[in-house]
């Protein structure tokens, strides 16, 4: 019968050039891999090494059977791996952060994924502004997060996956006939989201960047705190607002009948990104969400450029 165990014994032969060699790297006695060799042989029918002075010489069969032995301990091992990490990663407490938006690209997908895949992985996701979320992250109350950019911190691994679109949202047909730019931007009666981050929000950085740019300062009439008070404030009319193509696009049918939305001028983008500490200062479930969340993301990010 062939065995893993002859396989190896025959592949340490090999590399080394005799039975002793081979025995001395594997940490067995020397009359252990001959044996195992020769049973090799007997099963196989014909010779694998003729003696050659103290060592051996491998015949044609050996080199013929040298990639399959290979092969076939390659694969256990993989599968000794794959088993292991699964192992690994049945167990434990993530802890990811998100930005205060992320329901509408993540929704529950991502702890399905998790839950489905990993039952014995528990996750905690806290949800709140990316400039809150990234601070988090520094001090270590978070192991991985999907946040917005920028973000500069060399100690961080950080790898974009999704960039979605900033328009302008209102009801004024006279206001949405063709791109909003950086003056009528400006000049435009706006709701804001992130009223309690207005400072460090990347978003209102980026719109605020944009009117400086022309000349003007961003001003707003109406700050909030979520996205979906700034919408319904616009839908009403008493302001119009800027928020992102995938929200709006993802909010269907809950979003107002009334509202419209037409690109910024130039065209704004946020950029999303999950960050971490190195792959090997994280524990293997925090690995598995984060590989879990990417992919979702990146999906999305198809989909926007399709």
């Keep these: 019968m062939v065995s893993l165990h002859k396989f190896r014994c025959f592949l340490a032969t090999l590399e080394h050039g005799s039975f002793t060699a081979a025995a001395t790297a594997l940490g067995y006695a020397q009359p252990s891999v001959s044996e195992q060799v020769r049973l090799l042989e007997q099963h196989l029918g014909t010779a694998l090494f003729r003696r050659a002075g103290r060592g051996v010489v491998p015949t044609e069969a050996a080199a013929a059977l040298r990639p399959h032995a290979a092969a076939a301990l390659a694969s256990v091992e993989a599968g000794v791996r794959a088993v292991t990490s699964v192992r690994e990663v049945l167990t434990g407490t993530v802890r990811f952060g998100v930005f205060n938006i992320a329901h509408y690209y993540l929704g529950a997908d991502l702890v399905a994924d998790v839950l489905e895949r990993h039952p014995g992985v528990r996750i905690e996701i806290t949800c709140q502004n990316s400039a809150a979320t990234i ?11 999907l946040i917005a950019l920028p973000l500069d911190d060399e100690a961080l691994t950080v790898s974009q996956v999704l960039r979605d679109e900033l328009v302008y949202v209102g009801t004024d047909p006279g206001r949405l006939r063709e791109p909003v730019t950086a003056a009528a931007l ?3 009666t706006l709701v804001l989201p ?14 605020a960047r944009l009117a400086e740019g022309a000349g003007r300062v961003l001003r707003t009439r109406v700050e909030v705190d979520s996205v979906e008070m700034a919408l319904d404030i616009a839908a ?27 690109p910024l001028s130039p ?40």
Excluded: Y
């Design 135 to 145: 601070d988090d992250l520094r001090k270590g109350r978070l192991e991985a997060a």
């Design 186 to 188: 400006a000049e435009a």
């Design 194 to 207: 992130d009223v309690s981050w207005r400072e460090e929000d990347s978003t209102r950085r980026q719109l």
């Design 236 to 262: 009403r009319g008493l302001a119009d607002t800027v928020c992102w193509r995938l929200v709006l696009q993802r909010l269907g049918s809950r979003l107002p009948a009334n509202l419209r939305w037409v």
């Design 267 to 306: 065209p704004m983008f946020e950029r999303f990104a999950i960050a971490h500490r190195p792959l090997g200062e994280i524990s293997p479930a925090t690995r598995v969400v984060v590989e879990l969340a990417a992919a979702r993301m990146r999906a999305l990010d198809t989909g926007l450029r399709s």
